[in-house]
């Protein structure tokens, strides 16, 4: 496959600057054997009793920081943690930084580059007794490139980045599927006798990162850390098993069950790092449906709607969108996404 396969044209005013308010009164487009237009309020009617709505529980951290190395001014946005206070990070730029540089963020917080790797990757090492308290003193929400904000950051986006049920710290981009849910949706879907479990995959820059290699097969996935507990991954078999359907709240949700999933059917609990590349052709394994948002061209998340849906589908699914004005990307509408293999 080639990566020019996952390209379409996406008019800019449809990139969504801001979330709309209620974040559920988001335009919901079902794609299936049709497509239908909705609401992502209208979600407890299109799911079962019996389904399970797997949901993805990160924080985002403010990760976006700016320093200096000596002179010269350096923005890095962090996007994996490797121990209490080492990270990975995209750094620019990056030409002249090099191992035993050190950039100084605040008169308290101050970094050493330990590793340069290619593609303006390098290693950081904080020298900070609470990194995460200093993060959340000088860091900026990691917003998309798409979203046009001052370099200070918007406080509004310190809410709306964030999915109301997010809990656990790590985060560098959100699960923006998630963003689309308010409490009384939540306790609606479980009104209508839909269960809710949590899952953890703290999502990673490089998920904003496009596919440059000319064919699919070459590019290289960035690793992310995840977490299913036994419990959660019991009660996800269970529901399999008694005929409930496993939705995914997000790709980030997919990709983790996917990850955990060792044959058709199955789930185990896991924790580690995940590096999955879903495109057309890989059978899927656990999931049934797929809430998610609208994706870039030719990235990674397309391809993985392709795989889901159809290519031809999703391109018919997306060309609608765009004929209708739906809002696309982090800030933007949704779509509910039924299997390509579905009966």
């Not at 889901?308 to 765009?322: D, Q, T, V």
Request: glycine share 8%; aromatic share 8%.
């Amino acid at each position: 496959m080639l990566t020019d396969d996952f390209d379409f044209e996406l008019p800019r005013a449809l990139i969504a600057q801001r979330p709309i308010e209620p974040r559920d009164a988001a335009r919901l487009l079902e794609v299936g054997a049709r497509l239908v237009d909705r609401h992502v309020h209208d979600l407890p009617g299109l799911l079962r009793a019996g389904d399970l709505l797997v949901v993805n529980d990160t924080r985002v951290i403010p990760a976006r920081l700016t320093g200096r190395r000596g002179e010269a001014r350096i923005e890095v946005t962090l996007h994996q943690r490797r121990g209490p206070a080492d990270w990975l990070a995209f750094a620019r730029p990056t030409r002249r930084l090099k191992p035993g540089d050190t950039i100084r963020f605040a008169d308290d917080l101050a970094a050493e580059v330990t590793d340069k790797r290619e593609a303006g990757e390098v290693a950081l090492r904080f020298e900070t007794p609470d990194l995460d308290a200093a993060l959340e003193r000088y860091g900026v929400m990691p917003l998309p490139p798409y979203i046009e904000r001052p370099r200070e950051g918007d406080a509004a986006d310190r809410t709306d980045y964030q999915t109301v049920y997010a809990t656990h710290r790590g985060a560098v981009a959100a699960p923006t599927a998630g963003l689309h849910f308010t409490e009384g949706l939540l306790g609606a879907i479980e009104a209508a006798g839909i269960g809710i479990a949590r899952v953890t995959l703290h999502v990673g820059a490089g998920t904003f990162l496009p596919v440059k290699a000319k064919r699919v097969a070459d590019h290289r996935m960035h690793a992310e850390w995840g977490r299913i507990d036994a419990q959660t991954a019991e009660r996800i078999q269970d529901t399999h098993d008694a005929g409930g359907r496993i939705v995914a709240a997000g790709t980030t949700s997919l990709r983790l069950l996917e990850s955990a999933s060792p044959a058709p059917g199955r789930i185990e609990a896991f924790e580690g790092e995940t590096d999955i590349f879903i495109t057309p052709g890989y059978k899927f394994r656990m999931v049934d449906l797929l809430l998610t948002n609208f994706h870039l061209p030719r990235s990674t998340l397309f391809m993985l709607v392709a795989a889901f849906s159809g290519l031809e589908r999703m391109k018919a699914a997306y060309a609608h969108a765009i004929a209708n004005h739906y809002r696309f990307y982090s800030y933007g509408d949704a779509c509910l996404l039924h299997r390509a293999d579905a009966p």
